[in-house]
């Protein structure tokens, strides 16, 4: 199988990007949600979690750049002949959607906590310098955007979901195939 995508498919490097995003997203959304709720008085637990959360969303945006910069390296494989142009428009529209929101959730988080003054602590152990001066309505906006990011997220992960589970379990044309490894 070729690293980059082709007339003929899908890539391999396009393929485990694919994956690696998907479990990015869950761990981030699972994250996400449970640290939102976490009481006040959470400690040290909760300041892990945040800081876990800091850190994925960084290396999400890296692994969004190296899947843009593979997406622009190869050419787009044909639609797959099961997909009707309303299909089509759906999963083009899903795929911008998802592609916007790997790169607006982690921009506005890190906007987000550095114009708070809440800072990055990478992995736990790496202080990441702060690039914004403390802006209290900088930080309130960074965090609207990180919340409209992630209802685009929602949104288009259904409508891409929608799509090609209902060719794959309903249809039974098998069009998740097309991006699992090894095919």
């Not at 761990?27 to 850190?55: C, E, F, I, S």
């Not at 899903?94 to 916007?100: I, M, P």
């Not at 929602?154 to 589970?165: E, N, T």
């Amino acid at each position: 199988m070729p690293l980059l995508n082709s007339a003929a498919g899908y890539g391999g490097l396009t393929k485990a990007l694919h994956w690696v995003v998907v479990a990015l997203f869950a761990v981030q959304v699972g994250g996400g949600l449970v640290m939102t709720r976490l009481p006040d008085d959470a400690g040290a637990a909760g300041d892990a979690l945040y800081n876990w959360h800091k850190t994925l969303g960084l290396v999400a945006l890296a692994v969004a750049l190296v899947r843009l910069w593979a997406r622009r390296a190869g050419e787009l494989p044909p639609w797959a002949p099961c997909l009707t142009p309303r299909d089509q428009r759906v999963v083009h529209h899903a795929e911008n959607g998802l592609y916007l929101a790997m790169f607006l959730m982690p921009v506005s988080g890190f906007v987000h906590v550095m114009a708070g003054g809440y800072g990055v602590l990478f992995a736990g152990a790496v202080a990441l310098p702060n690039p914004l001066p403390r802006w209290e309505w900088l930080a309130l906006a960074g965090k609207w955007v990180h919340v409209g990011g992630a209802l685009l997220l929602a949104a288009a992960l259904a409508a891409h979901l929608a799509v090609v589970l209902r060719h794959s379990l309903v249809h039974r044309h098998g069009l998740i195939r097309r991006m699992l490894p090894g095919r």
